[in-house]
């Protein structure tokens, strides 16, 4: 683990600002397994990102824990990690901060 140097982590670092440090890893951190076998973390604890289209053609992006199919699960732990810009760059976050980092709203989503 390194601090960022790829320029499309360094934008996400950029977006983050310094509260937020955005690493790198020689392994892959494509999925939420890869990702948390390289962090040392649980897959429960990585934040995994879904895109939607709500019935009115709008785009809905849930974030969810890397463990579960969709669920707000995610909200339960102190710390989470997710993506930077590559399939090898991540930033630890708390859930809390989610919401204003993405201007969005905690909700319950499941398949219906």
Not at 85 to 90: C, H, I, K, L, R
């Given at each position: 683990m390194k601090p960022a140097t790829s320029p499309s982590a360094l934008?996400?670092?950029a977006a983050l600002g310094p509260r937020f440090e955005?690493?790198?890893f020689d392994a892959?951190?494509?999925t939420a397994e890869d990702a948390a076998a390289a962090i040392g973390c649980t897959a429960a604890e990585?934040?995994?990102s879904l895109v939607f289209r709500a019935a009115s053609g709008?785009?809905?992006l849930v974030v969810a824990s890397g463990a579960h199919r969709i669920?707000?699960?995610l909200m339960t732990f102190p710390e989470v990690w997710a993506a930077a810009?590559?399939?090898?760059?991540?930033f630890r976050l708390t859930p809390a901060?989610?919401?204003p980092l993405t201007g969005g709203t905690v909700a319950a989503v499941k398949r219906q």
């Open positions: 934008k996400v670092q955005v690493l790198e892959g951190t494509r990585i934040a995994k709008r785009p809905v669920d707000e699960s810009g590559t399939p090898n760059a991540v901060d989610l919401v």
